[in-house]
């Protein structure tokens, strides 16, 4: 079992930067692909970014790339999604997702390859 906890998210006004992250326990974190996923009422959990267990490799969804980075310390346990020149169409939840990875350069885009998730950290843009 893994034990995923966000913080950091807020109120923010448009142009601004967040970073939020992504706790994470109850066994290997460096064996796990990490996500970033954003849900908005009514509709389905989009994609944001994902990074690999040996984080050589990320990805990123079109709307933020060069907006956001992604990254992970092994040693803390922690995934981080530094958020910049925020947008009001960034105003969503936001979760973490955990999968166990086959291979130490494997990334996913899709919800459902994702077997742990966190309990989200609202963030809201104003404009």
């Known amino acids: 079992q893994v034990q995923l906890v966000e913080s950091g998210g807020g109120l923010v006004q448009a142009g601004d930067s967040l970073r939020v992250s992504c706790a994470a326990s109850g066994r290997t974190f460096s064996n796990l692909a990490m996500g970033w996923f954003r849900q908005t009422p009514g509709k389905e959990r989009e994609f944001v970014a994902a990074i690999s267990w040996s984080a050589r490799r990320t990805n990123y969804a079109d709307s933020v790339k060069g907006r956001f980075t992604i990254s992970r310390d092994n040693a803390k346990n922690t995934v981080y999604l530094q958020m910049n020149s925020l947008k009001p169409e960034d105003t969503a939840v936001y979760y973490c997702?955990?999968?166990?990875?086959?291979?130490?350069?494997?990334?996913?885009?899709?919800?459902?390859?994702?077997?742990?998730w966190g309990q989200g950290t609202q963030v809201t843009v104003s404009s």
């Open positions: 997702g955990a999968s166990q990875a086959d291979y130490p350069s494997s990334i996913y885009v899709l919800p459902s390859l994702y077997n742990y």
